[in-house]
């Protein structure tokens, strides 16, 4: 078995976006029958999705700057260079986005969700948010991840 | 909702509130600053400059706005001050115009 550095850190960036997006679904749902009872259990889910989020953004930034590179010649080199001049760079930015709203979730879910209407419509846009743009970001991330397979499948079956 | 003992609310602390409006006005200078880079390679250079790298620069720009911006519109109490309904409606549309802005420059410039 070969694991590298690159494969690790790129599999705990996808894991840690998708345990974010789950733990943002998670506060929706609870949201919707908001109690005094549930209160703790929707800020600790808020808080795991701004966690996870960040993880996913360190982890993410950190394979880009190190590791990406060469794949993007590959991808651009390859059938599919829009993997790269489009679905990579709206990716790379559109995360931000899920990333502010992610952080946002914690500051939101302190407000008493119970009794407040509005509160729990912020919660419920914000955490929502987060579902519908973290999973485009990991949409994006497969349409760059076959980019550069194809384009590897591609170039060794010319050379055949 | 059991909420029948606790009294309602339909207003929004300041910090919600500020850190509403701070989230929305980051989606949008997130997405203008996008376009920036990739329409000027000298800012590029200068924010790769900062870092090492142009995404790690946007990425801590982006944050130190967020944070900013929210810290002084709770303290200040603007946002506060807004319908809470606008407030909701201008995030959503700002994470909309920005999402799309992204999409259809990199697609179409």
Request: charged share 10%.
């Amino acid at each position: 078995m070969n694991i590298s550095v690159s494969d690790v850190v790129l599999l705990a960036h996808a894991a840690f976006g998708v345990t974010g997006c789950l733990a943002a679904l998670w506060v929706f749902v609870e949201t919707i029958n908001a109690q005094p009872g549930n209160a703790t259990r929707i800020r600790t889910a808020a808080l795991v999705t701004a966690v996870c989020m960040a993880a996913a953004w360190i982890c993410g930034g950190y394979w880009y700057v190190q590791f990406y590179p060469p794949e993007k010649v590959l991808i651009l080199k390859g059938p599919w260079p829009f993997a790269h001049n489009l679905f990579m760079e709206t990716k790379e930015h559109l995360f931000f986005i899920t990333g502010i709203l992610a952080f946002l979730l914690p500051v939101a879910t302190r407000e008493q969700l119970s009794s407040n209407a509005a509160a729990r419509k912020v919660v419920l846009s914000v955490a929502a948010l987060v579902v519908v743009t973290g999973l485009v970001v990991e949409g994006a991330g497969a349409v760059i991840n076959h980019g550069v397979k194809i384009a590897l499948l591609r170039g060794d079956s010319k050379a055949q | 909702m059991n909420s029948a003992t606790a009294p309602k609310s339909s207003k929004l602390t300041a910090a919600t509130a500020g850190f509403v409006l701070a989230a929305a006005i980051t989606v949008l200078f997130n997405t203008a600053l996008a376009w920036a880079k990739d329409a000027s390679a000298p800012l590029t250079d200068f924010m790769t400059s900062l870092t090492g790298h142009h995404w790690t620069t946007h990425g801590a720009a982006d944050l130190l706005v967020f944070a900013g911006l929210g810290i002084l519109f709770t303290k200040s109490g603007i946002a506060e001050k807004m319908d809470s309904n606008r407030l909701i409606g201008a995030l959503i549309g700002a994470v909309v115009i920005a999402a799309l802005g992204l999409a259809l420059w990199f697609a179409f410039v």
